[in-house]
Nanobody, 112 residues
Framework: VQLVESGGGLVQPGGSLRLSCVAS????????MGWYRQAAGNQRELVAV???????NYADFVKGRFTISRDNAKSTVYLQMNNLKPEDTAVYYC???????WGQGTQVTVSS
């Protein structure tokens, strides 16, 4: 199983980024996929989850700002992040939900 994230970077407060995670080695269309994040000195926390059928769930701290989506034909899950805040700064990880399969992470830094 391989998960490869991309799309992180430096953005100003109020800006947007879209993260992507390409999966291989799994039957992607039936797997729930999650995005997590870990800020320096903090534990990893769940940001959003999407089921194989497209049902979604979000952490309260991103509701209304972030959108998780998927393209099963491309075995890719996305995280659209809008109205970013400095407290969103973290390494963002892709995960096959309820498994130990993780990507390498992509750094998101929100700073002016």
């Amino acid at each position: 199983v391989q998960l490869v994230e991309s799309g992180g970077g430096l953005v100003q407060p109020g800006g947007s980024l879209r993260l992507s995670c390409v999966a291989s080695g799994i039957t992607f269309s039936i797997e729930s996929m999650g995005w997590y994040r870990q800020a320096a000195g903090n534990q990893r926390e769940l940001v959003a989850v999407i089921t194989g059928r497209g049902a979604t769930n979000y952490a309260d701290f991103v509701k209304g700002r972030f959108t998780i989506s998927r393209d099963n034909a491309k075995s890719t899950v996305y995280l659209q992040m809008n109205n970013l805040k400095p407290e969103d700064t973290a390494v963002y990880y892709c995960n096959v939900y309820f498994t130990t399969y993780w990507g390498q992470g992509t750094q998101v830094t929100v700073s002016s």
